[in-house]
């Protein structure tokens, strides 16, 4: 038998993309193949496990790779009242919390479900611990070698995922090794949306704490990105929203970076050693150790006076003047040298992937080979953490389905 579309990988845009063209085109034949025991493994626990499936600000500012003007046509055509239409259908309703979407169970587990549900209510075919391992080209038609059996295709679509997540979600660069010994171009792949090492003297003093801070990533001395929320101390070194964001560019640039906490970024320093001679005024006859106590997290308090040589049991009103600066600057410019990351298992995405240069970015076609698409992670194209990449998954498995019924089925 020779499907009309087979689809490598059962995650978020290889369902998305076979469940979009089985509602528009019924007859046609779709296959997933599908390595893992289930499909969905890695949707299932997106967002903390209720899935923070899409953002009302999409914009190119939010993507990254090495042409990431690539993956604007998808994203302005098949935007969010497009997506959120589309999961209406097989009823899931978003809802949003400031710009993030999610569904309205906030049950990425149920996502999983209703694209599940979809998927065998249209008919698609979905084959289980399938893992490809070739695909060639046999009397214009597409061959798929899978470990178990080979399957016959008019078009094939490559929605295998890349590295983030580890094998415990199924996630390896096996397609992505495949069609680079194949001739595909690939660009150099690194996690992106994870947690940093750090120097961890500090940060497992203060694990398991919360704060928000303005985060800064500094790369050779120099600021390079800034983010505002709410940071986590960790054993190993910092997480959080803000870190993850900035920690694509620290996979990335090869160079020394380091972190710098303002913790309190809405004032400048001299007001901060103000606020600090204010509270030495008021608080004369406490000891150091409870000095910051109400004001900021008592424990970051304590480390930053010792981290300044202030020894916690001296008297507040014996506080000097450079030791008033020393601690503003500490306030300011909390600082943490950054070592790597905690590696692709962890991360959220992955960084590179298959160069866009060789698809169509009005298609997500191949240039060298008609009727092969690829989707979602597996291009060079990756979001910032907040919804960004499974629109991505989205938008681009929309483009490659619709291409294939417009042009070639
Ligand atoms: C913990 C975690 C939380 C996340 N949270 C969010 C979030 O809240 N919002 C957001 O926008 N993004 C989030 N992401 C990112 C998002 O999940 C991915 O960007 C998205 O799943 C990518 O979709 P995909 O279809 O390209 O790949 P995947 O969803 O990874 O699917 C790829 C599928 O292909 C299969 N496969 C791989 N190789 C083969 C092969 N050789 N043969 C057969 N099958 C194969 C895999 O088993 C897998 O099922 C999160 C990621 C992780 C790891």
């Given at each position: 038998?020779?499907?009309?579309?087979?689809?490598?990988?059962?995650?978020?845009?290889g369902?998305?993309?076979?469940?979009?063209?089985?509602?528009?085109?019924?007859?046609?034949?779709?296959?997933?193949?599908?390595?893992?025991?289930?499909?969905?493994?890695?949707?299932?626990?997106?967002?903390?496990?209720r899935?923070n499936?899409t953002n009302?600000?999409?914009q190119?500012?939010?993507f990254h790779?090495?042409?990431k003007?690539?993956?604007?046509?998808?994203?302005?055509?098949?935007?969010?009242?497009f997506?959120?239409?589309?999961?209406?259908?097989i009823?899931?309703?978003?809802?949003?919390?400031?710009?993030?979407?999610?569904?309205?169970s906030f049950?990425?587990?149920?996502?999983?479900?209703?694209?599940?549900?979809a998927?065998?209510?249209?008919?698609?075919?979905?084959n289980?611990?399938t893992?490809?391992?070739?695909?060639?080209?046999?009397?214009?038609?597409?061959?798929v070698?899978?470990?178990?059996?080979?399957?016959?295709?008019?078009?094939?679509v490559?929605?295998?995922?890349?590295?983030?997540?580890g094998?415990?979600?199924?996630?390896?660069?096996s397609?992505?090794?495949?069609?680079?010994k194949?001739?595909?171009?690939?660009i150099?792949?690194?996690?992106?949306?994870?947690?940093?090492?750090t120097?961890?003297?500090?940060?497992k003093?203060?694990?398991?704490?919360?704060?928000?801070?303005?985060?800064?990533?500094?790369?050779?001395?120099k600021?390079?990105r800034?983010?505002y929320?709410?940071?986590?101390?960790?054993?190993?070194?910092?997480?959080?929203?803000?870190v993850?964001?900035?920690?694509?560019?620290?996979?990335?640039?090869?160079?020394k970076?380091?972190v710098?906490?303002?913790?309190?970024p809405d004032?400048?320093?001299?007001e901060?050693?103000?606020?600090?001679?204010?509270?030495?005024?008021?608080?004369?006859?406490?000891?150091?150790d409870?000095?910051?106590t109400?004001?900021?997290?008592?424990?970051i308090?304590?480390v930053?006076?010792?981290?300044?040589g202030?020894?916690l049991?001296?008297?507040?009103?014996?506080?000097?003047?450079t030791?008033v600066?020393?601690?503003?600057?500490?306030?300011?410019?909390?600082?943490?040298?950054v070592?790597?990351?905690?590696?692709?298992?962890?991360?959220?995405v992955t960084?590179?992937?298959?160069?866009?240069?060789?698809?169509?970015k009005?298609?997500?076609?191949?240039?060298d080979?008609?009727?092969?698409?690829?989707?979602?992670?597996?291009?060079?194209?990756?979001?910032?953490?907040?919804?960004f990449?499974?629109?991505?998954?989205w938008?681009?498995?929309?483009?490659?389905?619709?291409?294939?019924?417009?042009?070639?089925?």
């Open positions: 038998m020779i499907n009309d579309v087979v689809i490598i990988g059962g995650g978020a845009s369902l998305c993309c076979a469940v979009y063209l089985k509602q528009k085109r019924p007859e046609i034949s779709v296959r997933i193949l599908e390595g893992s025991q289930r499909v969905g493994k890695k949707l299932s626990l997106t967002g903390n496990g899935c499936i009302r600000n999409i190119l500012s939010s790779g090495a042409d003007t690539f993956c604007e046509t998808a994203l302005r055509k098949y935007d969010l009242s997506t959120e239409s589309f999961f209406r259908s009823g899931v309703p978003f809802v949003f919390e400031d710009n993030k979407g999610y569904p309205a049950q990425a587990a149920s996502v999983v479900d209703c694209m599940r549900f998927a065998e209510e249209l008919g698609v075919i979905v289980l611990e893992k490809v391992t070739g695909i060639q080209v046999s009397k214009g038609k597409y061959k070698i899978a470990s178990n059996m080979n399957f016959l295709a008019e078009n094939v490559v929605a295998a995922g890349l590295l983030s997540g094998d415990r979600l199924g996630c390896d660069a397609m992505l090794n495949l069609l680079k194949s001739g595909f171009k690939t150099m792949t690194t996690p992106a949306i994870v947690q940093l090492k120097d961890n003297t500090v940060t003093q203060l694990k398991g704490i919360k704060v928000n801070a303005e985060v800064t990533l500094m790369i050779s001395g600021p390079e800034q983010e929320g709410e940071v986590l101390f960790c054993d190993y070194g910092l997480s959080g929203p803000p993850l964001q900035i920690s694509r560019e620290v996979s990335r640039t090869g160079k970076c380091a710098r906490l303002d913790l309190f004032i400048s320093f001299q901060v050693c103000e606020l600090i001679e204010k509270r030495k005024t008021d608080l004369y006859y406490r000891n150091f409870e000095f910051f109400g004001m900021i997290h008592k424990r308090g304590q930053i006076l010792k981290l300044c202030i020894p049991n001296c008297k507040v009103k014996d506080l000097d003047g030791s600066k020393k601690i503003a600057a500490m306030l300011k410019e909390f600082e943490f040298e070592t790597g990351t905690t590696g692709f298992s962890n991360s959220q960084a590179g992937g298959l160069a866009t240069c060789g698809f169509d009005n298609t997500m076609e191949s240039l080979n008609k009727g092969l698409y690829a989707v979602g992670e597996i291009l060079d194209i990756d979001g910032d953490c907040g919804g990449n499974l629109q991505w998954a938008s681009s498995a929309f483009c490659a389905a619709d291409s294939i019924i417009g042009d070639r089925l």
